[in-house]
Nanobody
């Protein structure tokens, strides 16, 4: 079992920055690929970025490339999502998730999920 707890969401003006954190715990979570997804009201859950704990694999959605950075700190068992140049369309609940194998950008491939943290970007 893997437990995930997100934090760091909030309200920010367009062009601003936020850093989300995902604290992981549980047995052998280091074997999992970690992902960030987001879901806006009335929309499907959308892939944002993913990273392996070794940092050897990093993938971004086209919509966030160049603005968001995913990273991991193995000493703190935490995955981060640094979000810069935020836009109103980035407004969503952001979820941290973990998977052992499957399509990296597919929510269905992720077995464990955090409770989500709200990010609101005002124009």
């Amino acid at each position: 079992q893997v437990q995930l707890v997100e934090s760091g969401g909030g309200l920010v003006q367009a062009g601003g920055s936020l850093r989300l954190s995902c604290a992981a715990s549980g047995r052998t979570f280091s074997n999992y690929l970690m992902g960030w997804f987001r879901q806006a009201p009335g929309k499907e859950r959308e892939f944002v970025a993913a990273i392996s704990w070794s940092g050897g694999l990093i993938v971004y959605a086209d919509s966030v490339k160049g603005r968001f950075t995913i990273s991991s700190d193995n000493t703190k068992n935490t995955v981060y999502l640094q979000m810069n140049s935020l836009k109103p369309e980035d407004t969503a609940v952001y979820y941290c998730a973990a998977q052992l194998g499957g399509a990296i950008a597919s929510a269905k491939a992720y077995r464990f999920w955090g409770q989500g943290t709200q990010v609101t970007v005002s124009s």
